[in-house]
């Protein structure tokens, strides 16, 4: 392929230069192009836009292929832990075990939160969805970790990404505390990053709380498919606010809110929801015609991606590890039936075939977390948990690319031309 590209605009023909990646398309070097030519590229949604330049993740959607610093997410599903893909994705390569047993240490040790936080829940009311109280929560971080906010440093950046990552499952749990009207409990050090949410989320002062094995090794795996996924909304989110100079704590609180969207990390919630209102295999013929109508803004919820155009990878883990759940659990529930029926009937329909739509992270996740314990509201709080280890590190990798600046996307402008103003009274 060429190493420029020939584009004839506005009476002009400018070359821009084409770069190449270590896999995946190339790109068209187009930064000149409104100084140049004085026009703007025109891509909502972003569709054939690359916004960055990343080492971090990546994606082969027609191959149905997730890369996390080159390593395949099934490899990382079932031979790493969530810790060390947070370490690899931080750091770029996969720890030695003093590396680990370190980086685990340095993660265990941030997992408190200040006191006075505890006092900021109640402020909320008991219905508060999780997510509602993440978003107020995380961004009341930068309130209490000043020692941490300077990006220009990079010790502090480090800090502040290892407080991000250690006390998110503090305050999801504390959030799921929160609306059960149960007490607080404070992070066991003893315990791994995955069994210490599951205690502080199950257990009660009450008695002592046993981590189950399988359980602790499915959510830690959950984890590590929800970890990154390239510059998708929330991830794009984090990227623009942090271009800003915002404090990393306000950055990540911007990206919890973007992964709030049905549309995006709101479909694991959205997902289940489905799949009770569909109850039974007899009603699915009916919700795919729903979702074929295009005078019905009904959406398969966990079907369908911008990138995979071929299944998610992680759909299939997530199956999996459904099966593992539910045998170690000794439980069945009709919704998986129903989960596995639907997808079957919509990869035969010519409507979803057609258009590429396959199962995407989404679809079985909620299936899952609901036999573990957790609440509908609780799924995307989840993500979010998992997804902070793919924001963190996209965030440092943007705040140390030189080539970064301030995100200021431009416009095609169709509203009305410059037109004098006319008092009131002659209107
Ligand atoms: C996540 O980006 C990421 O990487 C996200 C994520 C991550 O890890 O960060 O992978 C996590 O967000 C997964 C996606 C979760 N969302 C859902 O499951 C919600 C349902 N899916 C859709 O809303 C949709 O598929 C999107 C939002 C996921 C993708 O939308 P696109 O790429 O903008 O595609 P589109 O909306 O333009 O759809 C293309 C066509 C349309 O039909 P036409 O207008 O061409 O006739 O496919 C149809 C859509 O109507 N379509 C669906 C559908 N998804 C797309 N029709 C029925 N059911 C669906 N789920």
Redesign the pocket.
Known sequence: MSDTAKLQVAGKEVDYPVLTGSVGPDVVDIRKLYAQTGTFTYDP?F?STASCESGLTY?DGDEGVLLHRGYPIGQLAEQSSFMEVAYLLLNGELPGKDELDKFNNTITRHTMLHEQLATFYRGFRRDAHPMAVMCGVVGALSAFYHDSTDITDPKQRMIASHRLIAKMPTIAAMAYKYSVGQPFLYPDNSLSYTGNFLRMTFGVPAEEYVVNPVVEKALDRIFIL?A????????STVRLAGSSGANPFACIAAGIAC?W????????E??LNMLHEIGRPERIPEFIAR??D?NDP???????????KNY?P?ATVMQKTVREVFKELNVSDPVFEVALQLEEMALKDD??VE???FP????YSGVILSAIGFPTTMFTAL?ALA?TV?WVAQWNEMISDPEQKIGRPRQLYTGPVQRDYVPVDKR
């Open positions: 949604g569709t994606i929800h990154d996924h390239e510059q998708n909304a929330s991830t992964l969207g049905p549309a995006h990390g709101g479909a694991n959205a997902a979702a074929k295009k009904f959406r398969l919820m966990g079907f369908g991606h911008r990138v995979y998610d992680r409507y979803f258009k590429k739509l995407n992270v989404d679809f993500f997804r793919g």
